[in-house]
């Protein structure tokens, strides 16, 4: 008969509970660390999901996923010249927030080097890759849009024409794939009155000047868009993504463009690594001291319940003591309870965790390394929580059965 297994079902309601608890409280610390492990995919997303060898951004500078980078366009065309390089597209990405439905809607917006980038290697849900050069989006199922909905950004309104999933930005924002010529009209939109008053200015400028004065017929170049006007150079991207070609060395191709004056350049694997460094090293902190602290609560928690469970059986001990009960039969009981409680617990934290941590606001990704990881912590906590236990009926004296 087994003595851990009867006191069990004579007080099965109260263990059951206890267990249900512990079970709760180790659900949160496997939470903890799928959300960690989320963090890192969606950060990392994109900077994997692109497929570029080599990333080529402002001198000084750590890239568009850890400070702000301008480089002009034509840098693409510069880069695809260097020998090595079998493609180079431009990389526009910044985030925006609009009122829609009477709510914020927050997005990610990335340029897609149209026509050489079409959002192909984007893994779509419904719906299809961009065909045209204006006013068409692929949006992450997270921003909540359709396909066939429109959305207005800045002066234009675009249209979703295909859907995909779990394409986040660092900061947990759906992201919405549109070109670049779109991107930037996005980013660098200003309302109407600040167009007037800029071309207001600028021929204000010209009268006063020596050239609009000798010649008038040039004043007539400030009513023009910006763009269109010679000296105005075209809005910049954030970076180029480069493709090396197969056979070529990576780092011989980065230290030719290193030799520039006014860029820099990293491969994907530092890019990443600067993400992690950055964005991602505090909350991964912040993470794994939460994860500490519940563990050690947890440990507390069992070590108290255990503890109350002996003194309620103190008098059952006393009396197993008086029959000549060996001290392994009473160890066996306590320690056995413990590791009952711990796996039962665990388990139940699993079944629980599958049906809630869908519905977080981010990803919660559990690996099978961070489980076993896991489960050997509980173990460990439950033979340790056992001990408080253990040292109380060790001191119990036989003569209290007779009291």
């Known amino acids: 008969m087994n003595l851990a297994t009867k006191d069990i079902r004579h007080n099965l309601g109260r263990f059951a509970l206890t267990t249900v608890g512990v079970g709760m409280l180790l659900m949160i610390v496997m939470g903890m660390g799928g959300i960690y492990r989320g963090i890192i995919a969606d950060a990392t997303l994109l900077i994997d999901s692109v497929g570029a060898d080599l990333w080529v951004v402002q001198r000084d500078t750590r890239g568009p996923f850890a400070e702000l980078s301008r480089v002009p366009q034509n840098l693409v065309h510069r880069v695809y010249a260097v020998p090595g390089v079998t493609a180079s597209r431009e990389f526009v990405y910044h985030t925006v927030q609009r009122q829609r439905d009477e709510k914020a809607l927050r997005m990610a917006v990335l340029g897609l080097s149209w026509p050489t980038d079409k959002g192909e290697w984007i893994q779509l849900t419904a719906g299809r890759s961009l065909k045209q050069n204006h006013f068409e989006m692929i949006a992450d199922k997270s921003l909540g849009l359709a396909v066939g909905e429109q959305i207005k950004l800045g002066k234009e309104t675009y249209t979703v024409v295909g859907t995909t999933s779990n394409m986040i930005s660092s900061g947990a924002d759906g992201i919405g794939f549109v070109t670049v ?26 009268e006063s000047s020596e050239v609009g004065i000798k010649q008038p017929a040039l004043l007539e170049n400030a009513s023009k868009p910006s763009f269109e006007l010679p000296t105005t150079p075209r809005a910049q991207i954030s970076a180029v993504m480069v493709t090396v070609s197969p056979g070529a060395d990576v780092n011989e191709v980065a230290r030719a463009i290193a030799g520039w004056g006014d860029v820099s350049v990293y491969t994907s694997s530092e890019e990443r690594e600067f993400l992690l460094k950055g964005n991602v090293e505090k909350v991964r902190r912040q993470i794994g001291l939460f994860r500490v602290l519940l563990t050690v609560i947890a440990a507390i928690i069992m070590a108290l319940i255990l503890y109350t469970l002996t003194l309620d059986k103190i008098h059952s001990i006393a009396l197993l003591k008086l029959i000549g009960a060996p001290n392994t039969v009473i160890l066996g009981l306590i320690v056995q309870q413990a590791l009952v409680l711990g796996v039962v617990g665990f388990g139940i934290a699993f079944l629980i965790g599958q049906k ?24 460990g906590i439950s033979v340790a929580s056992s001990l ?16």
């Open 388 to 403: 408080l236990g253990i040292w109380k009926a060790m001191h119990v004296s036989p003569n209290e059965a007779l009291s």
């Open 356 to 379: 809630i941590f869908p519905m977080f606001p981010r990803r919660v990704i559990l690996t099978n390394p961070d489980l076993i990881q896991l489960g050997v912590i509980v173990l």
């Open 181 to 206: 010529a779109d991107a930037q009209a996005i980013q660098f939109d200003v309302p109407g009155e600040a167009v007037r008053l800029e071309r207001a200015s600028r021929y204000a400028r010209g």
